[in-house]
């Protein structure tokens, strides 16, 4: 497993930017598929975005609904993982975690359960 620390979470104003970032330390980070979860107050923890490890492709994958607004990007060279999140709205508000897993198919990486290790979250609030 991986440890993750998130950062760059704040209080901004609709319509602004923010990039969230990731550090992992451990093992084989390269090897890992790297993700993106948020959990609003009173709703359960969804899936926002996720990079791939080498054995993936690197591919990208993101929810539908903030396809072309936030952007997941990796740097194996740093063992980091970034989200860019632009034209910010109220309902992005929500505490954001980066997940991590060595082991995770495809079919499950929309999913909670397929990440072993998790970061403890940074809190995005925009307001409107």
């Known amino acids: 497993q991986v440890q993750l620390v998130e950062s760059g979470g704040g209080l901004v104003q609709a319509g602004d930017s923010l990039r969230l970032s990731c550090v992992a330390s451990g093992r084989a980070f390269s090897d890992h598929t790297m993700a993106w979860f948020r959990q609003a107050p009173g709703k359960e923890r969804e899936f926002v975005a996720a990079?791939?490890?080498?054995?993936?492709?690197?591919?990208?994958y993101y929810d539908d609904s903030l396809k072309g607004r936030f952007v997941v990007s990796r740097d194996n060279t740093k063992n980091t993982v970034n989200l860019q999140m632009n034209n910010l709205e109220a309902g992005d508000t929500a505490v954001y975690y980066c997940?991590?897993?060595?082991?995770?198919?495809?079919?499950?990486?929309?999913?909670?359960?397929?990440?072993?290790?998790w970061g403890r979250g940074t809190q995005v609030t925009v307001s409107a």
């Open positions: 990079a791939r490890g080498r054995s993936g492709g690197n591919r990208l």
């Open positions: 997940a991590a897993s060595q082991t995770i198919i495809l079919s499950n990486l929309r999913n909670v359960r397929g990440y072993a290790s």
